[in-house]
C-alpha cells in the first residue's frame, strides 16, 4: 500500500545531512511503532514455503552513509531476498561489462506489466525492458562472469555478501520450492534464448537467477546493501568497495523507474526514493549520498510488495527527509552570495 496520508508527519527535505544519530533512532522506532498494526495484505503463496510465513513479523532499520546503525523490530529476522536481488546483480553486471553494453542488452524502460509478464518481452521483440522484472533479471544473471553457472553463482553470492558486509546464507528449502513452481521463468528464459538475447543454456541461467532469489537477509542487511549504494558504492560498515560510483547512479536511476514493477510512478510521486521490492515482504529504499532503510513484513498488497514496509518507509521519507524531490528555499543572504 503506497502512502497517500502522510498528514501529521513533519516535513524534512532532501537538501543537506540526516539529523543526529538519535534523533534518527527516535524516528525508526516511532515508524515502526505507528505502522507494526497495520494487518492488511496477505502473504505470497504462490511459492509454497512463503505461504508459511509468520504474517506478524514486521522488521525496520536505517543505515546511514556514515555507518550508522538503527534497527526496530524483527530486523535481523532471516528471510529469501528474492527479486531485491535485481538491483544488485545488475549493479554487479555493470562493474564487469560496463553501462553500454548492459543497457543494449537489458533495457532501462518500465514495461507498465506484471513482473513475470511474458506479453511485455514477445511486444518488444524479445527484448527484456529492464532488470528489474523477470525476463531482464535473468538475462542479467546471464551476463555475470564465469565459465560456467556454478562460477556465475558464486560471483553472485560473493558479490551479494559484499554488499551486506557478511556472507549471507542460503536456503535451500526456498529454493527448492520455487524450483517446482518456476515453469514462467524458465519459460521466459527460453524465450529469451528463441531470440538470441540470452548466451548458455537456458534452464542453467534461470536455475542461477532461482538460487539468487533464495539467499537470506534481514532488514538490516537490506539497509546496509543500500546504504552501499548511497555511498558511492563503499559498504558504510565493513568500509570495502563493492562496486563504482557511476554503477550506483546507473543503479539507483533503473530501480527508481521501475524498483515496484507497476507501481513505480506511484511510489516515486508519493515516496520519492528508488526502492525494490520483493515477494517475501522485503523493500530497501536509498537516498543517496544519505543513506537507506531496509524493511520487512511478509503481507503484501496486490502489486506484491509489503504493505508495512512500504507505510514505515514512506513515514521515513517524510520525517527524515530522504525524497528526492524536496527541497526548500536558500536563505536570502545565501542567494545573494553574502
Known amino acids: 500500500m503506497i502512502p497517500t496520508d502522510l498528514a501529521g508527519i513533519e516535513q524534512a527535505v532532501a537538501t543537506g545531512a540526516l539529523p543526529g544519530w538519535d534523533r534518527v533512532e527516535e524516528l525508526v522506532v516511532e515508524a515502526h511503532r505507528r505502522h507494526s498494526a497495520d494487518d492488511s495484505g496477505a502473504v505470497a503463496d504462490y511459492i509454497p514455503l512463503l505461504g508459511a510465513a509468520d504474517p506478524s513479523l514486521f522488521g525496520l532499520a536505517v543505515v546511514d552513509a556514515s ?82 553457472a556454478d562460477e556465475k553463482w558464486e560471483r553472485i553470492r560473493d558479490g551479494l555478501s559484499a554488499f551486506a558486509g557478511r556472507e549471507l546464507p542460503f536456503d535451500d528449502e526456498v529454493y527448492h520450492s520455487e524450483m517446482k513452481t518456476n515453469e514462467r521463468n524458465r519459460a521466459l528464459g527460453r524465450l529469451l534464448s528463441s531470440y538470441g538475447r540470452l548466451t548458455g543454456d537456458s534452464d542453467e541461467i534461470v536455475d542461477v537467477y532461482t538460487r539468487q532469489c533464495a539467499l537470506n ?67 530497501v529504499a536509498v537516498s543517496p549520498g544519505k543513506g537507506a532503510a531496509g524493511a520487512f513484513s511478509p503481507r503484501l498488497d496486490s502489486a506484491g510488495n509489503s504493505v508495512r514496509a512500504q507505510l514505515a518507509i514512506g513515514h521515513l521519507s517524510r520525517s527524515l527527509g530522504l525524497n528526492l524531490f524536496a527541497s526548500a528555499p536558500q536563505a536570502r543572504d545565501a542567494r545573494e552570495g553574502r
Not at 523507474?257 to 521490492?277: N, T
Open 67 to 148: 555507518g550508522g546503525v538503527h534497527d526496530a523490530g524483527d530486523a535481523l529476522h532471516e528471510f529469501s531476498i528474492q527479486s531485491i536481488s535485481k538491483m544488485f546483480v545488475y549493479a554487479l553486471a555493470i562493474q564487469a561489462h560496463g553501462h553500454a553494453r548492459v543497457r543494449d542488452i537489458v533495457g532501462v524502460n518500465n514495461t507498465g506489466l506484471a513482473f513475470n509478464s511474458v506479453m511485455a518481452l514477445e511486444l518488444n521483440g524479445g527484448h527484456p525492458m529492464n532488470p528489474m522484472v523477470n525476463a531482464g533479471a535473468i538475462a542479467t544473471t546471464a551476463l555475470m562472469t564465469g565459465a560456467d
Open 217 to 283: 537477509v534481514t532488514a538490516h542487511d537490506l539497509a546496509v546493501m543500500g546504504a552501499t549504494l548511497a555511498d558511492g558504492g563503499v559498504n558504510p560498515v565493513t568500509g570495502e568497495r563493492v562496486v563504482s560510483a557511476d554503477v550506483c547512479r546507473d543503479t539507483l536511476a533503473v530501480v527508481a523507474a521501475s524498483g515496484l514493477y507497476e507501481r513505480s510512478g506511484e511510489w516515486l510521486f508519493e515516496i520519492g526514493l528508488p526502492a525494490k521490492s520483493g515477494v517475501s515482504g522485503g523493500i
